[in-house]
């Protein structure tokens, strides 16, 4: 499994944009990818919750407070 991390301490500089942009691109080449927020904005999660049944799967990676769950041993990318 390979992990990507977008992280900047500053707010509104793209990081859930582009952390999106980076799955969708992996799921769209038949890879198993995850997807995890640590912002309290939670962006990314809602844009997954809208995101149409019919495009590459992208699986949410549930993320919450310093405690956290790896992604399953069967994920190629978490991101």
């Known amino acids: 499994m390979r ?3 977008v992280a ?3 707010g509104g ?3 859930s944009t582009l952390a999106i942009h980076i799955a969708s691109w992996f799921a769209q080449h038949d890879t198993i990818v995850y997807l995890g927020d640590l912002d309290r904005q939670q962006s990314s999660r ?4 809208g995101r149409p049944a019919h495009l590459a799967s992208i699986r949410h990676w549930e993320m919450s407070g310093d405690e956290f769950d790896m ?3 069967s994920c190629d990318f978490a991101v």
């Open 3 to 5: 992990r990507i991390m």
């Open 8 to 10: 900047n301490p500053k």
């Open 13 to 15: 500089c793209g990081k």
């Open 46 to 49: 809602y844009w997954l919750d």
């Open 71 to 73: 992604p399953p041993r």
